[in-house]
């Protein structure tokens, strides 16, 4: 691998540092006792962070969101970290009955409420129903939606806690038969010299997007992902990776449509 590409997360690290550093501090000095609850730190500094980065992510991803979700998501649909709430432009009113926003970080709920709203789904007539627990809260989940036709990923599984696990709970307790799990995430290298610097970056990186990790196989849990007797839980799948994508890219992203048994 390049050192060149190996160092570009030096860049997008620094640049996070910038966008986040005043707003945290101010934050800290204002509430000292957050010093002692570093994952709510963690969650200050990514509402910064992802203030600066989610609209250029977003853009970055348009071509293939509009592929994957516009003509894959039907029903009740579920999205699991939201961020800002993208992903409501990509919903086809004609298809979609209800949009759940899940994103533990309530900082950000604020601007999915105005992304939702700008895209036609909202809380006062139940279109938008904003959730604050995490994707491995399936028991909320359901007490609150119930089942969805639907669960989306967007570069969120790379920081969930237990992604195996909560991978496994969210399809086989959460997705309805014949439902259907649509995802883009960035996951970890085929390429063994890429990985290595996935796994290097990870702990830094961790730090300052709310633990997000580089080197995940989220792709390959999905694939393998089975029911509580051990069989294979997918009626059919694909994935597939982004067109023109380097290959030495730490980000390297896969996308992946997968329809559960019926």
């Known amino acids: 691998m390049k050192l060149s590409a190996a160092l570009g997360f030096v860049t997008d690290f620094r640049y996070a540092l910038q966008a986040s550093l005043l707003g945290t501090l101010k934050a800290v000095v204002s509430s000292p006792s957050l010093l002692l609850k570093p994952a709510l730190v963690s969650r200050i500094v990514m509402s910064y962070v992802w203030g600066m980065f989610a609209d250029g992510v977003d853009g970055n991803g348009r071509e293939i969101k509009a592929e994957l979700i516009t003509q894959g998501a039907h029903g009740l649909v579920l999205d699991i970290g939201a961020g800002h709430g993208h992903t409501a432009n990509y ?64 570069l969120t599984l790379c920081s969930v806690p237990c992604p195996e696990l909560t991978i496994t709970s969210l399809v086989r307790d959460v997705l309805k038969p014949g439902g259907v799990l649509l995802y883009f995430e960035h996951v970890r290298s085929p390429r063994d010299d890429v990985a290595w610097w996935q796994k290097l970056w990870t702990p830094l990186w961790q730090l300052a997007f709310d633990g997000c990790k580089l080197d995940r196989p989220t792709h390959l849990w999905i694939e393998d992902a089975l029911d509580t007797e051990g069989n294979r839980i997918w009626k059919e799948g694909r ?24």
Request: hydrophobic share 40%; proline share 3%; net charge negative.
């Open 91 to 154: 919903l086809d009113h004609d298809k979609v009955t209800r949009y759940v926003a899940l994103e533990p970080n309530t900082l950000m709920h604020p601007r999915i409420r105005e992304t939702a709203k700008a895209a036609g789904f909202e809380e006062a007539n139940g279109s938008l129903v904003i959730l604050s627990c995490g994707a491995e809260d399936t028991e909320t989940i359901l007490s609150s939606v119930g089942a969805v036709d639907t669960i989306v990923s967007v």
């Open 239 to 262: 994935r597939w990776g982004v067109k023109d994508e380097p290959e030495e890219h730490l980000w390297w992203h896969q996308v992946g449509r997968y329809t559960k048994l019926s």
